[in-house]
């Protein structure tokens, strides 16, 4: 086999398996940061050896029985092995098994080593961003750079956070458990944040080749819908499972033949999955049945929403979406947000008033990808066809997915060629 063939075999285990393989260390070991440690150790091994042995038939248990051997090696230097071994003695079912989430649960218990890793990641004593990075390090198997881009923030300071949040949670001896009842609101924004961000990156991938990674949203989902279990009477936990149910549903046309990605506009709409539509839906009564108003997870489904239900691009309501957005941005001021809310704008307004928009954030945003891709296809819709080229292949040099970039030259090219032929 290939080095290039295994390297990318090994990344993309490690992207699916990194949560569940450091939880399920961290269970065994009671120390957060020396699973991680063990569990980078293990991924090492892996890349110096598949090249030769080829991928193991079960990847995940092979990286895990690796990081529990040396976790094995270092009690035995510290003469505390006796006390751990029966911890060890677990087999690796859970990496070959994938069980239903039920739809009812003990709210005080939960059996789910990613969860409890997620609980702990999340813990007040860390900083909010710190909380995000070490989470999506550990849960979402996400690169430092993934994380510098989805956050908007340098790598070096990435780094930094992680280390610092390790190093903190060592420090306070955080156990390996759900909070209880009393300490869970304190963490609840930061879990919701994290299962968003591991969504998106399952949604539309921060990188590589493929603009979908379907396994990684579906194990967001699962982790929101264990969540609801754990806190019935959370209301922004039923919206965050309607915004992914919404946005799942897509995925079927998200992609064509060459797995290229589709916009929303050009999607096949008799390929969405309506039984998910159907579940985003029912989350989002379920959310709104507690009179409590809709917070950003209510809003954001309120939208998705909006376009779930749309029969066709054209029928989609625009106005209600620019409406939610201003909500949105009252509720949690963000570029980000604004950038969304122009989009809507150019479907209402034009795309000459959505440019102006646009162009405010540009310093924000300057290193964001969607804003020179939006920009490009306002101009466009503009008849500016030079400098809409300019800004799509502009998005397209940014960093980011590779399948993306592809569509954005090709786009690039199409409007070039078009503004040619009309002089």
Not at 16 to 27: D, N, P, W
């Amino acid at each position: 086999m290939s080095e290039t063939t295994s390297t990318r075999a090994v990344e993309a285990v490690w992207r699916g398996e990194s949560g569940r393989i450091v939880a399920a260390l961290t269970r065994h070991t009671g120390d957060f940061g020396w699973a991680e440690d063990l569990a980078q150790d293990a991924l090492l091994e892996a890349l110096s050896g598949w090249p030769r042995t080829g991928i193991p038939d079960n990847p995940g248990a092979w990286l895990l029985a690796v990081a529990k051997r040396r976790a094995i090696d270092g009690w035995r230097r510290r003469e505390r092995l006796t006390a751990r071994e029966s911890l060890m003695a677990d087999d690796l079912r859970a990496f070959q098994e994938w069980d239903a989430v039920p739809e009812l649960g003990d709210p005080d218990r939960i059996d789910d080593d990613v969860l409890r890793l997620v609980f702990i990641a999340c813990h007040p004593v860390l900083s909010a961003q710190a909380r995000l990075a070490l989470t999506l390090r550990t849960v979402a198997g996400l690169t430092t750079e993934q994380i510098a881009r989805m956050l908007l923030m340098t790598v070096p300071a990435v780094q930094q956070r992680i280390v610092r949040a390790k190093r903190t949670l060592a420090e306070a001896d955080v156990p390996f458990e759900v909070p209880g009842r009393e300490e869970r609101p304190a963490r609840l924004a930061s879990v919701l944040q994290v299962i968003y961000l591991l969504f998106t990156e399952g949604y539309a991938a921060g990188d590589g080749e493929h603009p979908i990674r379907p396994d990684v949203a579906r194990e967001a989902v699962r982790l929101a819908r264990q969540l609801a279990a754990l806190m019935p009477r959370e209301p922004e936990v039923y919206a965050l499972i309607a915004v992914m149910e919404f946005q799942s549903s897509r995925f079927a046309s998200r992609v064509d033949s060459a797995g290229l990605p589709i916009t929303l506009a050009d999607q096949d709409r008799r390929r969405w999955d309506r039984s998910a539509i159907s579940r985003g839906s029912a989350a989002l009564a379920t959310a709104r049945s507690f009179d409590r108003g809709l917070g950003y997870y209510g809003l954001q489904a309120s939208v998705a929403q909006c376009h779930a239900l749309a029969p066709a691009a054209g029928d989609t309501d625009w106005p209600r979406i620019v409406r939610l957005y201003d909500a949105l941005e009252s509720l949690s001021p963000s570029p980000v947000v604004r950038l969304n809310r122009a989009v809507a704008v150019s479907m209402v307004e034009g795309p000459e008033v959505a440019l102006r928009q646009v162009d405010e954030l540009a310093a924000e945003l300057d290193e964001f990808r969607p804003l020179h891709a939006v920009r490009g296809e306002l101009l466009a819709q503009l008849g500016r066809g030079d400098a809409a080229a300019h800004a799509l292949l502009a998005a397209a040099d940014l960093p980011g997915n590779g399948a993306e970039a592809t569509v954005l030259r090709r786009r690039a090219s199409e409007v070039r060629e078009s503004a040619q032929s009309e002089l």
